[in-house]
């Protein structure tokens, strides 16, 4: 008999899975995926070309109805698991609900960080993780609201571009002196500053939110140095934290996320973890391919063979149309590491390589972002490219011709 196997969680990590299940160990398992969202999984990353309008709401699902039942997987949606009891090996929904597992796997994602500002209670302070804060966010756009984005990390600056292009005007403000400063160095981040003043967006830059004015709604957002800048709509996008509630009121290993092994395993050996609410060596992955990748290991163990995961290489790829960026391991050359950088200012391009020890160890395209694959590509190869660091800039066919 098929082993009941709960989900919790109906987001992108959880869809890979079920994915990597069926064609691994289709008919092993009995599988219910149980997602707090009342819609279909849908592909996050898209959020922003959605608020942007670039695309409809029915292009962001993953997968559509059919697929699910075709692999005989049970989605409840619209459902919260409320508790987990691993004595009795059963989950409880909001509702009541209470189903046996054999194995359960958390992919409950992350919630968006909302410091507790004064005012944050306030009808019109909103947060940008899912469809419904789309909905909220181009309502006020499209009436050509006032609009504060706090937060110029890939997520504010996304915000501000897609809540700009759908008609609202935006400033956004970001604590410190340059946009992106977690994967871009000084003169990247001052491009892409330029950039999104010349889209409309008033960038602020060293400004500290210290609350938010209004009273039956907010009205504007007050900062550290006393000035008020009014807002009809604020955005918060400075982070996310993984979603642990249920695991750690479960008595699971618990930082800052679920603690999981190399297989993904938790310290309970029949619950696993991945995607955002999964720590592994100390790392916690805000972005997605990390979570496919664990995704896949996880379904090969599951499936009974034997896999590990290591941990990932992160790379980051902004997509605020006409203003490409992509960021990936080094980028600022610290210590004994070189730089071969190609700048053409008034083209907004700027295209820097992190060399160390002969090896590309990380790079920062702004304006230009071709052959990003193909440098992520070196750095995680840790192969030697001295016969091509001075055709770096120029991308691959360079590259290849050089070497061959
Ligand atoms: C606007 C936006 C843009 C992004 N752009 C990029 C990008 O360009 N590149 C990139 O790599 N990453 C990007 N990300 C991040 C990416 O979307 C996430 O890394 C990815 O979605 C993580 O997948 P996950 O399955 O762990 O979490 P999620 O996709 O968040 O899924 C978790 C699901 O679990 C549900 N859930 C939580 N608790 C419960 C419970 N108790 N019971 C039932 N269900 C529950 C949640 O409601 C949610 O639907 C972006 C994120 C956002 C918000």
Redesign the pocket.
């Known amino acids: 008999m098929a082993e009941p196997l709960i989900i919790?969680?109906?987001?992108?990590?959880?869809?890979r899975l079920v994915d990597e299940l069926s064609q691994r160990a289709l008919g092993r398992y009995s599988i219910a995926v149980?997602?707090?969202?009342p819609r279909l999984?849908y592909?996050?990353?898209?959020?922003?070309p959605l608020?942007a309008g670039e695309i409809a709401a029915p292009d962001i699902e993953l997968k559509p109805a059919a697929w699910w039942r075709v692999r005989g997987v049970s989605t409840l949606y619209g459902?919260?698991?409320?508790n987990i009891d691993r004595s009795a090996k059963t989950v409880t929904?909001a509702d009541g609900l209470t189903l046996p597992y054999g194995k359960l796997v958390l992919?409950?994602?992350?919630k968006?960080l909302k410091p507790p500002f004064p005012g944050g209670d306030l009808p019109g302070v909103a947060t940008?993780?899912?469809t419904r804060d789309v909905e909220t966010m181009r309502a006020y756009a499209e009436r050509g609201a006032r609009i504060v984005v706090i937060g110029g990390g890939?997520?504010g600056l996304?915000?501000a571009y897609g809540l700009s292009k759908a008609g609202g005007q935006v400033t956004l403000l970001h604590l410190v002196d340059r946009l992106m400063e977690r994967q871009l160095d000084a003169e990247g981040a001052g491009l892409l500053a330029s950039a999104m003043a010349a889209r409309g967006i008033s960038v602020r830059l060293n400004s500290a939110t210290k609350g938010f004015v209004g009273t039956d709604k907010v009205e504007g957002v007050e900062l550290q140095d006393g000035a008020v800048i009014p807002a009809d709509l604020v955005v918060i996008a400075i982070g996310?934290r993984p979603?642990v509630?249920?695991a750690k009121a479960a008595g699971l290993q618990v930082n800052r996320g679920v603690v999981v092994d190399d297989a993904m395993a938790s310290d309970d050996p029949a619950i696993f973890a991945?995607?955002?609410?999964?720590e592994h060596r100390g790392s916690v992955?805000?972005?997605?391919?990390?979570?496919y990748e664990q995704a896949r290991v996880l379904a090969t163990n599951l499936a009974g063979k034997s896999a590990a995961y290591s941990g990932s290489l992160l790379s980051?790829?902004?997509?605020v149309s006409g203003v490409g960026v992509f960021s990936a391991g080094e980028f600022e050359a610290a210590g004994d590491a070189e730089t071969v950088v190609l700048r053409d200012p008034a083209s907004g391009i700027y295209r820097k390589f992190v060399l160390r020890e002969g090896r590309l160890a990380g790079c920062v395209l702004v304006g230009d972002t071709r052959g990003a694959l193909f440098y992520l590509g070196l750095i995680r190869s840790g192969q030697d490219i001295s016969a091509i660091r001075a055709d770096l800039p120029f991308g691959e066919p360079y590259c290849i011709r050089e070497a061959a």
């Open positions: 919790v969680g109906k987001g992108m990590a959880a869809t149980i997602g707090e969202e999984a592909n996050r990353v898209l959020l922003s608020l459902r919260a698991v409320e929904l992919a409950t994602g992350s968006p940008f993780r899912d890939l997520l996304e915000a996310v979603n509630e249920l991945i995607g955002e609410c999964a992955y805000g972005l997605v391919e990390p979570a980051t790829n902004l997509k």
